[in-house]
């Protein structure tokens, strides 16, 4: 890397955190992706799918609760900035081959500053709740491989991981 891809954007001459000053950006078309899972018993994902839960439906309440976090990104991340007008999707898939279920979120705003962050805080606090929501039936449920998926607006473009 060069330039300025190198350094730390949220800290200033002296080590300091700060707030990115993004007044001079155009404003673009931002979207973000992300993902993650949590992992469980075979027989937790069973009766998740079943609806056999003492606090309800499992998907649906976590996928709410993933829109609710990740319009919230800015009250929970101390540096991030508010976006008014984002949109956040959540959805949940279970998998059986994990078992367990995948969470995948995209965030949109036409703004001066990306969205990445919503998408992932959507993810994290969408699993946290299927957590939540199941802990009496499997505590050792785990949440992995929450990660940024793509990225596109603004300055740097558009981004990908690779696979």
Same mark, same amino acid.
Not at 119 to 123: E, G, K, N, S
Not at 132 to 141: E, I, L, N
């Given at each position: 890397m *060069? &330039?300025r891809?190198?350094?730390?954007?949220?800290?200033?001459?002296?080590?300091?955190?700060?707030? $990115?000053?993004?007044?001079?950006k155009? $404003?673009?078309?931002?979207?973000? $992706?992300?993902?993650?899972r949590i992992?469980m018993?075979?027989t937790?994902?069973?009766?998740?799918?079943?609806?056999d839960?003492?606090?309800?439906? @499992?998907?649906?309440?976590?996928?709410?609760?993933? @829109?609710? &976090?990740?319009?919230?990104? *800015?009250?929970?991340? =101390?540096?991030?900035?508010?976006?008014?007008g984002?949109?956040?999707?959540? *959805?949940?898939? =279970?998998?059986?081959?994990? =078992? &367990?279920i995948?969470?995948?979120?995209?965030?949109?705003?036409?703004?001066?500053?990306?969205?990445?962050?919503e998408?992932?805080?959507?993810?994290s606090?969408?699993?946290?709740? @299927?957590y939540?929501?199941?802990?009496? @039936?499997?505590? &050792?449920?785990r949440?992995?491989s $929450?990660?940024?998926?793509?990225?596109?607006?603004g300055? *740097?473009g558009?981004?990908?991981a690779?696979?």
């Open positions: *060069s &330039g891809e190198d350094r730390l954007t949220h800290l200033d001459a002296e080590g300091r955190a700060r707030m $990115v000053d993004v007044t001079e155009d $404003v673009t078309h931002r979207r973000a $992706v992300a993902e993650g992992v018993a075979a937790t994902l069973e009766r998740i799918v079943a609806g839960t003492a606090k309800g439906d @499992v998907l649906r309440t976590a996928e709410l609760a993933g @829109v609710m &976090g990740g319009k919230k990104t *800015s009250d929970l991340i =101390p540096l991030c900035h508010a976006l008014p984002v949109s956040v999707r959540v *959805s949940l898939e =279970p998998d059986p081959a994990l =078992p &367990g995948r969470a995948r979120a995209e965030a949109t705003v036409t703004d001066r500053t990306g969205v990445e962050m998408a992932l805080t959507a993810v606090v969408a699993l946290l709740t @299927v939540d929501m199941a802990k009496a @039936v499997d505590r &050792g449920m949440i992995e $929450v990660r940024l998926m793509e990225k596109e607006g300055r *740097s558009s981004w990908r690779e696979e």
